[in-house]
């Protein structure tokens, strides 16, 4: 079995981890976090970091030049 790398934050302050999370994508897509090994490693300006946030509907930010 594999559990999908997805991470949502609830407005009441719960955290849903795996299928809970993905399940939770298309009605709280802002506070469901995913696809994020894509970012580890890289620099906040790197061009592929920069493609790749344009598709996230989360907000990614730059924190020491690394996206966070």
Same mark, same amino acid.
């Given at each position: 079995?594999?559990?999908?790398?997805?991470?949502?934050?609830?407005?009441?302050?719960?955290?849903?981890?795996?299928?809970?999370?993905?399940?939770?994508?298309?009605s709280?897509p802002?506070?469901?976090?995913? +696809? !994020? $090994?894509?970012?580890?490693? @890289?620099?906040? *300006?790197?061009? /592929?970091?920069?493609? +790749? !946030? $344009?598709?996230?509907?989360? @907000?990614?930010? *730059?924190k020491? /030049?690394?996206?966070?």
């Open positions: 079995r594999i559990t999908p790398s997805y991470v949502a934050f609830t407005s009441d302050g719960e955290r849903l981890i795996g299928d809970a999370a993905k399940n939770q994508l298309t709280n802002e506070n469901t976090v995913f +696809d !994020i $090994k894509r970012l580890m490693g @890289r620099e906040f *300006n790197d061009p /592929s970091v920069q493609q +790749d !946030i $344009k598709h996230f509907p989360f @907000r990614v930010v *730059n020491n /030049s690394k996206p966070a």
